[in-house]
């Protein structure tokens, strides 16, 4: 095999063209109640005890609304077999079959049922994109071998989806518009690299997912095969049918094909380990993610790499998969630490990790990694501290989210609420360290209170000195206080620039009552300068309460 073919891509596009009805179907079999693939089985309609007693050949449909009338969405063999198509009214089916049985359509449903198949597809490849409304692509480039080759690899993803009640189509090219041209017209075909022109010659247009209007004005001018309108000039279909349609047909015929946008991003190191007899104990679990942490961490270390981001995906055999994430604040390098890591997420998960049958396949990817700086450790006991430290933060952040870690770093504002931003620690470790924060002045009071209310809340002054002067009493929470000393004002006007003009200027006043409690209030807004009414009066402006003194 020459290097160039070596290079080519091979993209397996999956059909499955009676999704709906397929999803439906499944949740009221017995035989696929409480086993199998364990994919979406959420229903539009009806419930499980009104259909539990239907017939296998009885025909059933699923409708949706289109054009102000219900019409077929999907179908099955047996509504196939009397004459009913997709697109067809719902009124039209019933004459045609009295006894016909009808679900409506759940998209939601079916685009989750098709997102748990595409997750159990990633045990081929990491690879895996949405082909709306029922298909899939799978770049298989490169570990089609891993399975047996890429016939063995169609064979046992085709077979696997159709036990457990799927209608499917699938078809391996060089392009992902010619794979998905013949799974509408010749499924299982794999074709050789450079065969893409030979394989879809005597293919209806219509196989290529072009508009109607499109097909329609291809078969009038008696172009019927894909064949025929591509012995036809580039220019000449161009002209007539529109740059769009133009390439479509050069990327059905290999000449060129756009890229597949996968689910999720290519991680930087993958590890996995099958298993031929599925693994459900803690301790087997606990093993293998031991086992490929020690594997990647070999691999990274030849880079001089650490990983910033893990994750750890568990394959059940009925098809269930199950992802879990961890993040760290440095680079990990060691084993013991990603052992650590997961052992501290798996404990504290509110959904425990249900094996069912077992896993047949467990997944260890680094999703971020890093360059390792080199750091003396020994001497250092600062540097010995911040490690101890960073690890403490990565293992309370695996048990309850790195989220609900935080440190506060001072922004460059004016406004209180703004001044401090509260980041995860995990990732700003390191600036909140070396951040500077105001000096406050030695033997002075605090200009600010240690901490301000999420929201202020509002308080009654029946008079205060004007336009710019403190009040002399003020009712907060139904207490009244009685002000006898006052600092102020502090004026601060809002940033314009980022509050499009909406915000009023504040001016807070640091206060103590009788009793010697101390607030911290403000004025919203200036003295028959920015407070009007709907009719243009100006009105008194409000008070708030921001904070309280210790």
């Known amino acids: 095999m020459s290097a160039s073919s070596l290079n080519r891509r091979r993209i397996l596009s999956l059909w499955l063209p009676?999704?709906?009805?397929?999803?439906?179907?499944?949740?009221?079999?017995?035989?696929?109640?409480?086993?199998?693939i364990a994919f979406s089985s959420e229903v539009g309609t009806g419930s499980r005890e009104e259909n539990a007693s239907k017939q296998k050949d009885d025909p059933n449909i699923v409708v949706i609304?289109?054009?102000?009338?219900?019409v077929i969405h999907a179908l099955d063999e047996a509504a196939e077999r009397l004459g009913l198509h997709i697109g067809q009214p719902l009124a039209n089916a019933r004459a045609m079959c009295p006894d016909l049985k009808v679900f409506d359509a759940d998209v939601v449903a079916d685009a989750k049922t098709l997102g748990d198949i595409a997750d159990w597809c990633d045990r081929f490849t990491p690879l895996v994109a949405l082909d709306p409304p029922h298909g899939l692509f799978l770049d298989i480039t490169g570990c089609a071998h891993l399975f047996g080759g890429e016939a063995a690899l169609l064979q046992a993803l085709v077979r696997a989806l159709a036990q457990q009640g799927f209608a499917v189509s699938a078809a391996i090219a060089g392009t992902s518009v010619c794979a998905r041209t013949l799974t509408r017209q010749a499924t299982g075909t794999i074709v050789a690299d450079g065969g893409e022109a030979a394989a879809i010659d005597r293919l209806p247009v219509s196989a290529l997912g072009a508009d109607e209007t499109i097909t329609?004005?291809?078969?009038?001018?008696g172009l019927k095969t894909i064949g025929d309108v591509a012995s036809r000039a580039p220019s000449e279909i161009t002209a007539r049918f529109g740059a769009r349609f133009s390439t479509l047909l050069a990327h059905a015929l290999g000449h060129g094909d756009a890229p597949i946008s996968p689910r999720k991003p290519l991680p930087d190191y993958i590890v996995e380990k099958r298993f031929a007899e599925p693994i459900a104990t803690d301790t087997m679990i606990a093993m293998t993610l031991s086992r490929l942490a020690?594997?990647?961490?070999?691999s990274m270390e030849k880079l001089g790499k650490g990983a910033r981001r893990l994750e750890a995906a568990f394959f059940r055999t009925d098809g269930v998969v199950r992802a879990i994430m961890v993040e760290t604040g440095r680079p990990?390098?060691?084993?013991?630490?990603i052992d650590r890591l997961f052992r501290e997420r798996l404990d504290a998960l509110a959904d425990p990790l249900d094996p069912g049958f077992g896993f047949d396949m467990v997944r260890l990817s680094a999703s971020r990694t890093e360059i390792v700086v080199q750091?003396?450790?020994?001497?250092?006991?600062h540097v010995h501290d911040n490690d101890e430290l960073a690890a403490l933060i990565d293992r309370i952040a695996a048990r309850i989210g790195g989220k609900r870690v935080v440190v506060h770093l001072p922004q460059d504002t004016h406004i209180p609420e703004c001044a401090v931003l509260a980041a995860p620690a995990q990732h700003h470790l390191a600036?909140?360290?070396q951040a500077?924060?105001?000096v406050r002045a030695e033997s002075e009071p605090p200009l600010r209170p240690l901490r301000l209310f999420d929201n202020p809340e509002p308080v009654t002054v029946p008079f205060a000195t004007v336009p710019d002067g403190p009040p002399h009493q003020f009712t907060w929470r139904r207490a009244l206080h009685a002000v006898v000393r006052v600092e102020g004002p502090e004026r601060i006007a809002m940033e314009w620039w980022r509050q499009d003009g909406k915000q009023l200027t504040r001016d807070y006043f640091r206060i103590e009552d009788a009793e010697g409690l101390r607030f911290w209030i403000f004025r919203d807004g200036l003295y028959e300068g920015e407070c009007f009414d709907d009719d243009g009066k100006p009105v008194p402006p409000r008070w708030y309460v921001h904070g309280l003194f210790a």
């Open 375 to 381: 750091e003396q450790r020994d001497l250092d006991a």
């Open 332 to 337: 990990v390098t060691r084993s013991a630490v």
């Open 18 to 36: 009676r999704l709906p009805i397929d999803r439906i179907q499944r949740f009221f079999s017995s035989a696929g109640l409480g086993k199998g």
């Open 216 to 221: 329609t004005g291809l078969r009038r001018a």
């Open 294 to 298: 020690d594997t990647l961490i070999a």
């Open 436 to 438: 500077e924060w105001p």
């Open 65 to 70: 609304k289109g054009n102000n009338a219900l």
């Open 431 to 433: 600036a909140a360290m």
